[in-house]
């Protein structure tokens, strides 16, 4: 029973130690604490109005990153892509093959935002160019398979559907097409020779 007791005794005076130790550690990280909250209110308090309100828009403008940059996965892959240069600027998206899905942007001659297919040929674009806006889809060889929207004043002008062949030839146009007051439907062949147009 002896034994017991002084076994006790000693874990009880291991566990004091112990516990000393921890408050020592702790008086320690409040003292620091109060130490770094002072030290925060000593330099904001030393800093001139300018200085401040600086700060302060920094802090409300946010993170800055500057184009280009790419987001990669974990394995190394890109996820996105930021891109600007002379020729276009925008954001491009890819599929976990790190191959190219989708893209919003701009360049000197359009802008919109576009699908491809998984060979990176353009599948559907939306957007604006020289010679109007609208979507336009295309075929997996990339030529125009139909076009929906609006032309510019010129040879282009017009609004509403064409549809294309596969060797690019268009063979059907719905919508305000030749004339400004009406609609129209006109059909033709391969060699733009035309098989019906209503009115």
Do not use: C
């Amino acid at each position: 029973m002896e034994e017991q007791v002084r076994q006790l005794e000693a874990r009880l005076a291991r566990a004091e130690r112990e516990l000393n130790v921890v408050r020592r550690i702790g008086r320690g990280a409040a003292v620091g604490t109060v130490a770094l909250v002072v030290a925060t209110l000593l330099f904001a308090a030393t800093r001139s109005d300018a200085e401040k309100a600086e700060l302060s828009a920094a802090a409300q403008r946010g993170t800055r990153i500057k184009a280009p940059l790419t987001v990669v996965d974990r394995q190394g892959r890109p996820v996105m892509q930021v891109v600007a240069t002379d020729q276009a600027r925008g954001v491009l998206v890819f599929d976990e093959a790190g191959k190219l899905i989708t893209g919003a942007g701009q360049t000197p001659e359009a802008k919109g935002v576009a699908v491809y297919y998984p060979d990176g040929k353009i599948q559907v674009g939306l957007g604006e160019s020289a010679k109007g806006h609208g979507m336009t889809v295309f075929d997996a060889s990339g030529q125009t398979a139909t076009w929906v929207g609006l032309g510019k004043p010129g040879a282009d002008q017009g609004r509403g559907i064409l549809v294309k062949d596969g060797t690019g030839a268009s063979v059907a146009m719905f919508g305000q097409v030749t004339a400004e007051d009406r609609g129209e439907v006109i059909l033709q062949d391969r060699a733009g020779q035309t098989l019906f147009q209503q009115p």
